[in-house]
């Protein structure tokens, strides 16, 4: 059987795995992980199931590799304290509205509720990423990054798992704000 590597050293093999991707991050987003199915995957992408097999191993590694999330997060250090919430919040909101990293956020966030693997990954990539944003010496740095990425988790929760009203219909500015404020009091408690 040949490597990963091998079956994408092509441009055909790239374009087949990037259809592979495309297929299954909609499937996932729209039946969850559970729900969806390798036959029904290959069917979106037009291909063979035994492709899925070739190129990720199985159905969890397609899942692993169509969830790949790097948040990209923005070097806080020249931001003053007191803005920090907010420059989270506007970074987060804008990530969440993306097609790229939001589409896998809003995967794992609704395979999460259901799934420990996906629930593993999500804490795993905020506890990996958030927590080294924070500014050094701040008392409570672990509580306090748990604190801004449950806000942070609640309203993508609500907004794209949930449809919550009005929150679907805020404008990324609005969200960004409310959001900010939420964080930023997070960072401020004594």
Do not use: C, N
Request: glycine letters at 6%; a neutral charge; charged letters at 25%.
């Amino acid at each position: 059987m040949a490597s990963p590597d091998a079956l994408t050293s092509t441009p055909k093999g790239r374009r087949s795995r990037e259809s592979i991707l495309r297929a299954a991050a909609s499937r996932f987003e729209t039946d969850g992980f559970e729900r969806a199915t390798v036959r029904a995957i290959a069917k979106d992408a037009a291909i063979d199931p035994a492709m899925i097999i070739r190129y990720f191993g199985s159905k969890e590694g397609l899942f692993l590799a169509a969830t790949t999330i790097e948040l990209d997060l923005p070097r806080m250090e020249s931001v003053p304290q007191a803005d920090l919430g907010h420059a989270l919040a506007r970074h987060a909101v804008s990530l969440w509205d993306g097609e790229t990293p939001g589409r896998a956020l809003r995967i794992l966030l609704r395979a999460s509720a259901q799934d420990a693997e996906a629930a593993a990954r999500v804490r795993s990539v905020f506890a990996a990423q958030v927590l080294p944003l924070l500014p050094r010496g701040l008392a409570d740095s672990a509580l306090r990054a748990s604190l801004i990425t449950s806000q942070i988790l609640g309203y993508a929760f609500g907004r794209y798992v949930i449809g919550l009203e009005p929150l679907v219909h805020l404008d990324a500015e609005e969200a960004a704000r409310r959001l900010g404020a939420s964080l930023q009091s997070s960072l401020d408690a004594a």
